[in-house]
Every structure is written in C-alpha cells, then in structure tokens.
C-alpha cells in the first residue's frame, strides 16, 4: 500500500476533508505519521481530542501564505495533500485578493516546498467549478490544477511527481446546500436559487477514498476524474424537506446553472477507465505509457451534471446523508 510507513501532509487538514482523510488512512493503512497543517488552533485542539490524541497525528499551526513555515512543514514528509482553500463561492466574491493569496500563492509555496524538501507524491484537491470558471474561486482552482500539472517541469530529474483530483459537491460538508436545506426545513421555508440547477454528488468518505486511489495511481501530470452521479435541485429538496415551501431568490454571483467535470476540448487528451477519467497533459513531459489501461474519450464529450448518464435517487441520496 502506497500510503503505509509514509510520512504524510495534508494541508487544510482540519477540514472536513482532512479529518476523513485521517480517520480512513489512521486506521486502513498503516502511516508513520499524518502531519496536519492549519491556521485554526481551535479545530486543531478538537480534531487531536476527536482522535484521542493518536501519537501518529501531528499538529501545525500555519497558513499556506507563509512560504517559510510551509517549507518546515515539509521536511521529512513523503505525500502530501493540499486540500487548504479559501471555497466559500461568495467570500471569494468579496475578498478576491484573499482568495487569490491563498488558493493561488498558496498553491505555488506547497510547490516550491515540495519540490525542495524531496516529496515523492503531491495531489491537489480541485473542484467541478475550475471547469470553464465563471467565479473567482472557480478561476483559483483553474490556476492551481495548471500550476500543479506543469510543477512537474520544475521537478526536471528530480522524483516529486504532481497530480489532482477533480470532483463536485461533497455531500455534508462545510457550506454544502444540504445542511442549510436540512436547517430551513425546521422553518417549513426553503431557498433555491435556481429550479432548473443540477449538480454532481459525492459522498465525503467517497472522495476521500478516491483520492487516496489516485494517490496510487498517480506518475505526475494527471487530473483524476471521478464518474459521479448528478441530481436537480429540485429533486434534492423534495427529499431532504419533503413539504416544506420553496422561495426562489434568484442565482447568486458567481452560480452556474450546471456543473462541468470534463470538458468537451479535454476529451481529445482524456481516457476513460471504469469509474473514472484521467485528463492527460498536453505537455512535453508526459509519456503516455505511463498510464496502463483505459480508452480514449470519444472526441467532443462533455461531462456534465445536466447530461450524466447516472442520476441520484431519492433513497441514494438520503443514504448519503445519513452517512454524513
């Protein structure tokens, strides 16, 4: 196992998606040590009683914008996680220079100390909204999936290898619809902003689990795709507050209708496995052989949480959420 006897870093990692990530690899594979990187003492104090303070699970408090600390972080550690964003779409609106600072500079000091320190592996945590951007967040995780796919030139002959994970809306987390959805049903009054929106779902364990698979899979330069299942707002609210009214507010700024995880103009450097795609670079780096299996994507498929060959129903859903 890939992970096993390794000294791992996950920035972001008192998120939601840090502490899953924990959880699973603390208890499945056999690490030498997690190494947790954050600015929040708080949540740092509350995951390490969360884990009864596992001799395994280290503490950082730091923040991706610090060059220096995210360097001495680093040192010694063989994988690393960056999963620490800004992604609240609408403070990212508002604060677009914090966004930046901290989704782009971030992403380019985890880069510069990966590549310094000797990291084996590097995966990037990304999000359907990179694909064809129409929010600043969106645009920061389009620069961070670029940046992180030809950080493997600067690696030259050295052995750091970069990679990311694109997927859509985590069921559960932080910020997700459907804790707030599950909050207003207590009022009897729903808000959807659209009746026509449709979105890809995952669970928080699923995504967790399917980056730990590209971290096996990964030889630097991929974006790893997984095959979601859609669902319409609509449908998603009729099932978490069944009865409860809906007021329409209108999309927010910076909302796509649908959601995009392969874009028809990848397609043509795209392979399809069975429960996922891999965007190949377009780069003199790459070496396809490097990836076994898998077939070309037919030319001009666009994978889209409107046009999804697998759609959520009502009892898979609430399945999802009872897992949360």
């Known amino acids: 196992m890939v992970l096993e006897g390794k000294v791992i870093l996950v920035t972001g990692g008192t998120g939601s998606f840090g502490?899953?990530?924990?959880?699973?690899?603390?208890?499945?594979?056999?690490?030498?040590?997690?190494?947790?990187?954050?600015?929040?003492?708080?949540?740092?104090?509350?995951?390490?009683?969360?884990?009864?303070?596992?001799?395994?699970?280290?503490?950082?408090?730091?923040?991706?914008?610090?060059?220096?600390?995210?360097?001495?972080?680093?040192?010694?550690?063989?994988?690393?996680?960056?999963?620490?964003?800004?992604?609240?779409?609408?403070?990212?609106?508002?604060?677009?220079?914090?966004?930046?600072?901290?989704?782009?500079?971030?992403?380019?000091?985890?880069?510069?100390?990966?590549?310094?320190?000797?990291?084996?592996?590097?995966?990037?945590?990304?999000?359907?909204?990179?694909v064809q951007p129409v929010n600043l967040y969106g645009a920061t995780k389009l620069v961070m999936e670029r940046l992180f796919v030809q950080a493997n030139v600067y690696t030259g002959s050295g052995k750091t290898r970069f990679s990311c994970v694109r997927y859509g809306n985590v069921v559960g987390s932080r910020g997700s619809v459907i804790p707030l959805f599950l909050e207003q049903k207590k009022t009897g009054?729903?808000?959807?902003?659209?009746?026509?929106?449709?979105?890809?779902?995952?669970?928080?364990?699923?995504?967790?689990?399917?980056?730990?698979?590209?971290?096996?899979?990964?030889?630097?330069?991929?974006?790893?795709?997984?095959?979601?299942?859609?669902?319409?707002v609509t449908d998603l609210a009729r099932t978490v507050a069944p009865g409860a009214k809906r007021q329409i507010i209108g999309i927010r700024p910076g909302e796509k209708m649908d959601e995009v995880l392969l874009t028809a103009e990848e397609s043509s450097h795209s392979l399809e496995f069975n429960?996922?795609?891999?965007?190949?670079?377009?780069?003199?780096?790459?070496?396809?052989?490097?990836?076994?299996?898998?077939?070309?994507?037919t030319p001009g498929l666009k994978y889209s949480s409107d046009n999804n060959s697998k759609w959520l129903t009502p009892e898979e859903l609430k399945k999802m959420i009872g897992a949360i």
């Open 189 to 232: 009054t729903i808000t959807i902003t659209d009746e026509r929106m449709t979105r890809f779902w995952i669970t928080l364990e699923q995504g967790v689990r399917f980056v730990i698979d590209s971290i096996e899979r990964m030889r630097g330069g991929e974006v790893f795709v997984p095959k979601i299942p859609s669902m319409k």
């Open 19 to 130: 502490q899953k990530f924990a959880e699973i690899v603390l208890k499945e594979h056999k690490p030498k040590t997690v190494r947790v990187f954050s600015r929040g003492e708080l949540l740092q104090l509350q995951m390490m009683q969360k884990f009864n303070s596992d001799p395994r699970l280290r503490f950082f408090i730091g923040d991706v914008r610090d060059r220096e600390r995210v360097h001495r972080a680093m040192n010694g550690v063989d994988i690393v996680v960056h999963a620490a964003a800004l992604k609240q779409v609408p403070i990212c609106e508002y604060n677009p220079i914090e966004g930046v600072r901290t989704n782009v500079d971030g992403t380019v000091n985890v880069i510069n100390a990966a590549i310094d320190n000797k990291v084996e592996k590097t995966l990037a945590i990304s999000s359907d909204k990179s």
């Open 275 to 297: 429960n996922y795609y891999i965007v190949c670079p377009e780069h003199d780096f790459w070496d396809t052989s490097k990836i076994k299996g898998g077939k070309q994507v």
